[in-house]
T-cell receptor, first 117, second 112 residues
Framework: DTGVSQNPRHKITKRGQNVTFRCDPI?????LYWYRQTLGQGPEFLTY????????KSRLLSDRFSAERPKGSFSTLEIQRTEQGDSAMYLC???????????????FGEGSWLTVV | KNQVEQSPQSLIILEGKNCTLQ??????????LRWYKQDTGRGPVSLTI???SENTKSNGRYTATLDADTKQSSLHITASQLSDSASYIC???????????WGAGTKLIIKP
C-alpha cells in the first residue's frame, strides 16, 4: 500500500489554460476528497465521492472546477480557463467509510501544486 | 459560526525541549477532533483523533488532550526532535458527512 498518490506534483500553466490533476486513493478506500490549500491556511474542502458517486459538490469554487471518479477508483480534478487566483496546492484524501463522523482516519496525498502565470 | 482557533501562531524551541500547542473551537454539533502534522509543501499526516468521550490520546511523543466542556484541545510534544519542525493543524468535525473545520495551524520550528 503506497498511500494516496497525486499527479502531477507540480504544474505551471498559463492563465486561460485547462489543467487536470489525478488522484489514486488507497485501494479499498471508498471515500475520496478534494481540498485546496493556500499558503498559511488550512485545507479548504471542495468535493467528495463515495465510490463513483459525487455526494457533495456545492463547495467547488466555481463552475470552472469539476471532478470525476468514473469507476470508483482514481479521480480527476479539472480546472478550466485557469486564473491566477487558482494558484494553490490541491490535496486529495481518501478514507474507508464515512471518516468524518465515525472518526476514521483520512489519509492525504502529497498534493499537486498549481502555479498560474 | 463554526471556528477553530490555534495558538500560538508560531513557536521556536530548542531540540529536546517539550512544548504544548493550543486549539479552541466553537463547533456544533461536535463529532471529533483531529490533530494533523503538515511538513512544508506536503500533505497533512494524521496524529490523533478524539471523540467526545475521550480526553487524552497519545501517539509516540505526541499527546493530545480534549476538554469538551471548555471546547479546548492541546497537543503536547515531548523531547522534541528536528523532524518535528512542521505546521500542526487542529481540525474539528461537524456531525455531518463532510464538514471539517480546519484551524490555521501552529508553525513549529525546532532549533538544534
Amino acid at each position: 500500500d503506497t498511500g494516496v498518490s497525486q499527479n502531477p506534483r507540480h504544474k505551471i500553466t498559463k492563465r486561460g489554460q485547462n489543467v487536470t490533476f489525478r488522484c489514486d486513493p488507497i485501494s479499498e478506500h471508498n471515500r475520496l476528497y478534494w481540498y485546496r490549500q493556500t499558503l498559511g491556511q488550512g485545507p479548504e474542502f471542495l468535493t467528495y465521492f463515495q465510490n463513483e458517486a459525487q455526494l457533495e459538490k456545492s463547495r467547488l469554487l466555481s463552475d470552472r472546477f469539476s471532478a470525476e471518479r468514473p469507476k470508483g477508483s482514481f479521480s480527476t480534478l479539472e480546472i478550466q480557463r485557469t486564473e491566477q487566483g487558482d494558484s494553490a496546492m490541491y490535496l486529495c484524501a481518501s478514507s474507508l467509510g464515512p471518516a468524518v463522523s465515525s472518526g476514521n482516519t483520512i489519509y492525504f496525498g502529497e498534493g499537486s501544486w498549481l502555479t498560474v502565470v | 459560526k463554526n471556528q477553530v482557533e490555534q495558538s500560538p501562531q508560531s513557536l521556536i524551541i530548542l531540540e529536546g525541549k517539550n512544548c504544548t500547542l493550543q486549539c479552541n473551537y466553537t463547533v456544533s454539533p461536535f463529532s471529533n477532533l483531529r490533530w494533523y502534522k503538515q511538513d512544508t509543501g506536503r500533505g497533512p499526516v494524521s496524529l490523533t483523533i478524539m471523540t467526545f468521550s475521550e480526553n487524552t490520546k497519545s501517539n509516540g511523543r505526541y499527546t493530545a488532550t480534549l476538554d469538551a466542556d471548555t471546547k479546548q484541545s492541546s497537543l503536547h510534544i515531548t523531547a522534541s526532535q528536528l523532524s518535528d519542525s512542521a505546521s500542526y493543524i487542529c481540525v474539528v468535525t461537524v456531525d455531518s458527512n463532510y464538514q471539517l473545520i480546519w484551524g490555521a495551524g501552529t508553525k513549529l520550528i525546532i532549533k538544534p
